[in-house]
């Protein structure tokens, strides 16, 4: 029952009753944000110069393995010289566009 009470007379010391003190809870309010405040701009400090000196924040990703294969380029570079053959069909006339509107 003791730590009841004690924890009772505690949490009257919050309450906002007869004890209304406005520069105190104004000065309490300052000094909270300015420690956050500070925490922010520690926060992004580290994290600046750990992005500009070459670091990574967070986990680093895989490194990830030479995606080139002649094979792909050459199906690619196939595609797309079919693609302009067929473009050159329509340009010299050997395909004729047909309007169905019309």
Known sequence: MNTFSSSVSFLKRFRYGANIDPARDWLAMLIFSAIVL???IVWNVWAFNTVASGGVIGAEAPKAQPGFNRASLDTVRTIFENRTIE????MTGVYRYT???Q
């Open 99 to 101: 309007d169905p509107s």
């Open 38 to 40: 500070f925490g922010i």
């Open 87 to 90: 473009e050159a069909k329509y």
